[in-house]
Each structure stands twice: as C-alpha cells, then as structure tokens.
C-alpha cells in the first residue's frame, strides 16, 4: 500500500478511536491549565467533562457492528464499546470520589488527574486491541501510570514501599508478556489474533513454542488481574496506595486486562489445555483470596483479598472456554467496577489516620452507620452484592459466570466458585456489622478519631455512592437487557434469561 493511502486509511478510522482521542486530548488540556495556574480546582472537572463526552459517544457505538480499524490493530463496534464504558465510567467516579480526598490530603496536583486521563488511555487501548503490538502499548502506558499514582504520597514510607512493589514486580511480569508474545509470533508468524488462530501449526516444535509462549503470555496476565499466585504485590499496594485511585486500579485496569484476555482466548487460542490452565488458576484464586480476607483487620487489605477472590470467578466464566463464559464474564466485569468502586469510595470519605487508610482498623468504625447513614447504607449494599445476595447485580454476576461452566461440564469449578461465595459471607458481613451493629462504646479504637477527622464528604462524591448503590439494584433487577448486549457480542442467546 502508498503511504498516501495508508494515511487515507488511517483518516477514515479516526471515528473507531474518538474516546481516546477526546480523553487524551482533555488530558494534554489540564496539562496545559496546570503549567499557568497551578492545582486549579477547575481541572478534575475539566477531566471528568472529557469522560463524560467520550462515555456517551461510546453509548451511542453499543449497536454498532464489531469490526477492526487501523490496519486490524484495534476492535471497533459493540464489544469495544461496552469495554470502553466500563473503563470510562470507572474513571470517571474515581475523578469524582478523589476530589475531596485529595483536596484533605493535600495533593490536588494537576498531574495527578492528567494520570489518570493518560492511564484510561491505555486501558482502552488494551481492552480493545486485535494484536499483539496494541495490547503491549496499551499494557504499559496503564501501568506506568499507576507506578506514580501508586507513589502520589512520597513522604509516607508505606506509599513509597507500594509503588517500588507495584514497579519492581510489574516489569518483572512484563519481561514473562514479551517472552511469550514473541514465541507466540515466532510459531504463527504474525500479531494479529485472528491471524494467530488461522495459522498452521505444523511441527511439534512450532506447537511447543506456541502454547510456551502463551504460558508465559498468562503469567503476565494473571498478574495484572492479581490471580493466585501471581497476587503477591496487590495487598501491599493497594493498602498504601490513595484510596479512591485503589479503587480505580481495582476495577479499570482489571476490566481492561481481562477484556483483552477474553479477545485473546476467543479469536486466537483453541479451547483445551488452555481451559483446564485456567480452571486451576481460578480454583486457587478463589480459595487463596477468600481464605486471606478472613484474617484481615484493615478494610483496604479485606478488599485486596476480595479483589483477588473475585478475579477467580472471571476465571470461572473464561475456563467454561465458550461463548457464554466469555459473554458472563464481561458483565461480571461491569458488576464487580461499580461494586468496588462504590466499597473503596466510602472507606475513602471515613478515612481518618492520615495514611491512606494503611493503619486504620475495620473495628475503629464502629457504630459509623448510624453517624454517617447514606455511607453506611451504601456500603452494605456493596457488601450483599459482593457476596452474591439477590437482588442486587453480584448475584446476576455470579450465575453468569458459574451457569456456563456447568454447562461446559465443569460443574465441580462452579461448586467451589459457590462454596467460596459462603466463604466471604463472613468477613463482608463482619463489615455491615460493625457499621451498624456494633457500638462505638465496645471498641477502643473507635475513640481514637472524631467526625472531623474523617475527609469533607461532597456532594459529587456522596452522589457517586448513592448512583453505583442504584446501579447495583438495577443490574441485578433488570440484567436481561445486559446479559443480551453481552450475548451478542459473541454470537449467542441463552444468556438473556437471568433468573
């Protein structure tokens, strides 16, 4: 091809790319707004209107034939669309939730919400790439970005000792990625992943390169989802890291990695040996997470745990190695964003020690239901949806992962992924007890901090909570129209009936 037709091309496919283009454009702007006036408060909402403009124009792509755009370097159309509402709308409560934690903690830089915007650049990228090439790009600008969100509070000793994990341990995974997509290439010969499953593998060695090469491929992977036992780094960093951006690392980037993986698993890797990976993977996820959760006494360490649990029950849906497997565990992926985002946001307004969270107890907030009711209601219903309580959309979630599982035979994957659902009743329900079921008077440490400890609650932010408690009930009252988006993602039907 010329070059004047490549540029041609390229022109015509600008409309696959507007989200990143509007969010890195809104990015390059709050830079720009903060080399003339320093920490302007006009910049989070700068970004948050840059969100906003690009998560209704990927609305409105919802119905829009799947297809590939930049010489099949990134998917357009419905899949792509959804992916990207996850990650955008993640971002944008994430905005809205740091502004008055980060105006308490002094650290209303400019540059922090400019991260953010360039880290949401990189996760649309990743969750919608259709090679290699893309998925690596979109890998590492995400993650350089989080390295120095991760370290925002370079005083505190915990928020450095975070971002060296959350780095160190991030290039040591990336250096397994890049091993293995070049196996990968050098059996099939090309980065494209449709391409990749087109390609004859003819000759033992080039098969042995090839599932070598995606091995290493998964171990990059696994750990940017946190799955056992690739999790070591995610209580540590997530415990020092800035609240409300732990709940942005813990929902984004996830949705993200585990929507390229998904792509990766449907159009360029065969069923088989794949499958059974994945179903161990998932199974020691699950126990490992929950079974952790259960000795902690930090809410921000519970929830990394919790975090790690629930990546195995993706795993769950991605094991099943079919097209419902792969459609369920993209609404889980929506569910499991506005569950965590909406838990992390309220220990984000009842964050008292200074430290972000890392020191605070779950018992020093007792009784803070009844003083702090709309944060305390909330945050039960995160909790039940958590667990899997009907009504709410953890329950959806979990039926739709775990249903196409049995039907792909693995009903003892299903069983443990249930078994371990009971498993965190304990510690999610200890959370909704001592919030409004246990007295300030019965722990001591609930005397060490007053009201005017906790971060000013705004309106923006509470108005966050209440909406992602709301979205929780609707997805799990009203989730056949969900599950059938989904569904057509990947040519199938039976998961629009939700019990």
């Known amino acids: 091809m010329e070059l004047a037709d490549a540029y041609a091309a390229m022109a015509g496919d600008l409309p696959a790319v507007v989200s990143m283009m509007v969010v890195a454009f809104m990015g390059l702007v709050m830079l720009g707004v903060e080399a003339f006036r320093n920490d302007h408060p006009s910049i989070p909402w700068m970004g948050a209107a840059g969100l906003a403009v690009a998560a209704g124009w990927e609305l409105s792509q919802l119905g829009a034939p799947q297809g590939t755009a930049f010489f099949d370097t990134v998917r357009t159309g419905g899949y792509a669309a959804f992916v990207n509402l996850i990650v955008l709308l993640s971002a944008l409560a994430t905005i809205l939730l740091s502004t008055p934690y980060l105006n308490d903690l002094k650290r209303a830089y400019g540059e922090v919400y400019a991260l953010i915007m360039y880290a949401t650049v990189g996760m649309l990228l990743l969750g919608t790439a259709n090679d290699m090439i893309s998925i690596f790009v979109g890998l590492e600008t995400m993650s350089v970005c989080l390295y120095i969100l991760t370290g925002l509070v370079r005083e505190d000793e915990g928020a450095v000792e975070s971002a060296l994990k959350y780095f160190l341990l991030g290039a040591f995974s990336t250096g397994f990625f890049l091993y293995g997509i070049a196996l990968m290439y050098g059996a099939t010969g090309t980065m494209v992943l449709p391409e990749m499953a087109e390609a004859t593998l003819g000759t033992t060695s080039a098969q042995l390169m090839f599932w070598g090469g995606l091995g290493l491929f998964l171990v990059g992977f696994f750990f940017k989802v946190s799955a056992v036992p690739f999790h070591m780094w995610t209580p540590d960093v997530y415990q020092g890291s800035p609240t409300p951006l732990t709940g942005f690392m813990s929902t984004a980037s996830k949705a993200a990695a585990f929507a390229a993986l998904i792509l990766v698993l449907y159009h360029a890797v065969p069923s088989g040996p794949a499958s059974l990976v994945l179903a161990v993977v998932a199974v020691v996820t699950m126990v490992g997470g929950n079974v952790m959760a259960l000795a902690q006494s ?94 709410f959309g953890g329950f959806i979630g979990k039926w739709a992962v775990f249903a196409p599982a049995i039907d792909a035979g693995m009903t003892w994957l299903a069983i443990v992924g249930v078994l371990m659902s009971a498993v965190s009743a304990y510690y999610y329900l200890r959370v909704v ?43 799990g009252v009203f989730a056949g129209g969900v599950l059938e988006t989904t569904a057509a993602f990947f040519d199938v039907s039976a998961m629009a009936a939700a019990p």
């Open 433 to 475: 007890y001592v919030f409004w079921m246990q007295s300030a008077a019965d722990v001591e440490a609930a005397s060490t901090f007053s009201d005017s400890a906790l971060p000013r609650a705004t309106s923006g932010a509470v108005g966050t909570l209440v909406v992602c408690a709301l979205a929780l009930l609707v997805l």
């Open 298 to 391: 930090n809410v921000k360490r519970l929830l990394a745990y919790s975090s790690i649990a629930h990546a195995g029950y993706v795993l769950v849906g991605l094991s099943a190695g079919t097209a419902a497997g792969y459609s369920g565990a993209l609404f889980y992926l929506l569910v499991y964003a506005v569950m965590n985002i909406g838990a992390f946001g309220v220990m984000a307004l009842l964050e008292w020690d200074g430290k972000q969270g890392r020191e605070q107890t779950l018992d020093s907030l007792a009784g803070i239901g009844s003083r702090r009711p709309v944060l305390g209601v909330a945050m039960a219903v995160f909790m039940f949806s958590l667990i899997g309580f009907p009504p």
